[in-house]
């Protein structure tokens, strides 16, 4: 293989990103002016599980601020591969052991998936540890059958008020998940309730983080601020790895 090789397929994978980047970019303003909104509200997260560091850098450069990761080893290791670090947010945003809360402070800007009292403690002391402050949003489940994380809608005022209460953790808002194989606009509103009683107990608590690639219309609909999208942007994950 000549040396030309790998750079002529960065180049193509840099090409192939900035496309997609736009694609989603068009649909997120379609979406906030069908909503009446500003597509400055609106934060894109790139989901970089099962990709490499040299697509988060491509990312970066393409001008992508936010990153978001769902496995704790492979995160820690990608990111101390990844050379434009300091211009990324990195959020976490999968499932976590309070036995891993050490290990994503040392690279996480914001945890997502925070859904139980266990994980405050556990996330409080390891920040405390760093010398940080983190950014934390109370996951919620819109459909606990699914076994996918969050706490239920009646319970997260009070999860919300023991982060705002802990010494080095910031409360930002919620996340969740749509259900599977459901119409995601009225679990969407769902979230849009719960969030707005949590804001007027904790004003600064004004994000909600949801939408992926397959309902981010929806999602900006019923108000998301931070939109969590992956295939959309990187492709398929299964062709790149």
Not at 157 to 177: I, N, Q, T
Not at 185 to 192: E, H, I, K, N
Request: charged share 25%; hydrophobic share 50%; net charge neutral.
């Amino acid at each position: 293989m000549s040396a030309g090789a790998p750079l002529a397929e960065a180049g193509d994978r840099r090409a192939e990103l900035a496309r997609n980047l736009a694609a989603v970019h068009a649909r997120i303003e379609a979406a906030c002016a069908a909503a009446g909104r500003d597509p400055a509200e609106v934060t894109l997260i790139a989901v970089t599980k099962f990709f490499h560091a040299a697509d988060v850098d491509l990312l970066a450069e393409l001008g992508v601020r936010a990153v978001g990761e769902n496995r704790d080893q492979e995160a820690a290791a990608k990111f101390a591969e990844v050379t434009r670090r300091a211009d990324l947010r990195v959020h976490f945003i999968g499932q976590l052991q309070s036995n891993k809360a050490h290990s994503v402070v040392s690279y996480a800007d914001v945890v997502q998936s925070l859904d139980r009292p266990k994980l405050v403690g556990a996330l409080d002391r390891a920040a405390g540890r760093a010398g940080r402050r983190l950014e934390v949003l109370v996951q919620v489940a819109l459909d606990e059958a699914e076994g996918r994380g969050g706490v239920p809608p009646a319970q997260a005022p009070a999860l919300a008020d023991a982060v705002a209460g802990s010494e080095h953790l910031d409360l930002r808002g919620v996340m969740a998940v749509a259900p599977l194989g459901a119409d995601p606009a009225p679990a969407f509103a769902r979230l849009r309730h719960v969030a707005d009683g949590i804001r007027a107990a904790h004003p600064d608590a004004s994000w909600i983080s949801a939408g992926m690639s397959g309902d981010l219309e929806q999602a900006v609909a019923h108000g998301a601020t931070h939109l969590r999208v992956g295939t959309a942007i990187l492709g398929s994950r299964q062709s790149h790895r």
